[in-house]
Nanobody, 120 residues
Framework: QVQLVESGGGLVQAGGSLRLSCAAS????????MAWYRQAPGKQRELVAS??????TNYADSVKGRFTISRVNTKTVYLQMRSLQPEETAAYYC???????????????WGQGTQVTVSS
């Protein structure tokens, strides 16, 4: 079984920074694209940033220039967030589009989420 575990959330003042981490555990050969999503109360989950296995990145327009997604091997992905604003208060979720295992491919894995609260 493959699991994603996020960490690094917390409370920060507006304009501050946080770094989120997501670690994949379990037995697998590879993971393709990993991404960070966020969901604020009463809103839909939205893509924040993604990174492919060859380190190609994609960002939501609202975070370009402030957030940086990076990846260490196939198991760990980070999201460095700078100049955070109160409207970015949300639960942040790690996602893996597919993990190749000895038993086959597992699609659309999600972590349990980590809360980011930005105070004004």
């Amino acid at each position: 079984q493959v699991q994603l575990v996020e960490s690094g959330g917390g409370l920060v003042q507006a304009g501050g920074s946080l770094r989120l981490s997501c670690a994949a555990s379990g037995s697998f050969f590879s993971i393709n694209t990993m991404a960070w999503y966020r969901q604020a109360p009463g809103k839909q989950r939205e893509l924040v940033a993604s990174i492919t296995s060859d380190d190609s990145t994609n960002y939501a327009d609202s975070v370009k220039g402030r957030f940086t997604i990076s990846r260490v091997n196939t198991k760990t992905v980070y999201l460095q967030m700078r100049s955070l604003q109160p409207e970015e208060t949300a639960a942040y979720y790690c996602n893996a589009d597919r993990a190749v295992t000895a038993r086959g491919v597992i699609f659309n894995l999600w972590g349990q989420g980590t809360q980011v609260t930005v105070s004004s």
